[in-house]
């Protein structure tokens, strides 16, 4: 294998953003500070795998837009009539809301019904994903929330994450083939540091926990490894796997630019969205 470099790819890191994942680590460090020495860090932003991605990023976003829209949407109709903030009205949980719901002398039956349902569906939902394994995420994602999946891997395809993520497809790998339903998803916002001590010597030998173990210190030094490296078995091991090859190295270095120096301002609530959108007019 060549030198590693800018682009190339370490498996088996841990991120504080994938707990118990075990994440693909790009290496953003420049090329001319890598062959020069220069570096006294190497710098990586952490990746995971479209299915973990699905399943860890995709589904929460699927599942709040299915929430507030095919759920909510009653509810929030119903708030907007009594003048009440929606955003406010959903911090209070669904029992306080039924309570408030109640106590609106003007509903019609057949209203209070159809919010009644709002509010046990918001109930179950909720209790559902508290304890949704994988394996109950990927159920939902290809019934209940299968159209919402489509639209978000669209929006993650068309690079509408750009201060969050970026998709690098199968083919972006050398030596790979060209297939785009496969691929790694990195994280703009998770950037890892590692010694060039540390990487080169993951480059000659890589970390095999079995045989780490077999060292006179293998306990002490695991325990040091496994705060950065998922090496929890004695089947998990850290390597350099592949890299990313030219443009999709710079194409992710372009969008992790534009994320990394981007100036954030505060972020308005559904509220003020829809209060500025009701008072806005056109002048003639």
Known sequence: MEKYTQGSILYGLRSQYYEGIKCYGVIITARCEIAQSKAKVIHLLSAISLQDWVCIELFPKAFNDYLHNDILGPINQWAKDNGLDFDTLLEFGPEKVLINIKADEKLKKKTFEKLEQSVQKWESWSKLTERCSMKDRVKLLNGDLSKRKSAILKDLLCERFPN??????????????????????????????????????IERNGFDCSEILKHENGNSELERLNAKYFLEHSDDFVMFDGIIKSPWIEHLLQN?????????????????????????????
Do not use: W
Request: charge should be negative; charged fraction near 25%.
């Open 256 to 284: 992790f630019s534009n994320a990394f120096a981007r100036i954030g301002v505060e972020t308005l609530s559904n509220s003020e969205l829809s209060a500025f959108c009701d008072a806005y007019k056109v002048d003639k």
């Open 164 to 201: 969050e993520f970026c998709f690098l497809p199968h083919k972006a790998r050398s030596g790979q083939s060209e297939i785009m339903t496969d691929g790694l998803v990195v994280n703009l916002k998770d950037i890892i540091q590692i010694s060039p001590e540390e990487i080169e010597e």
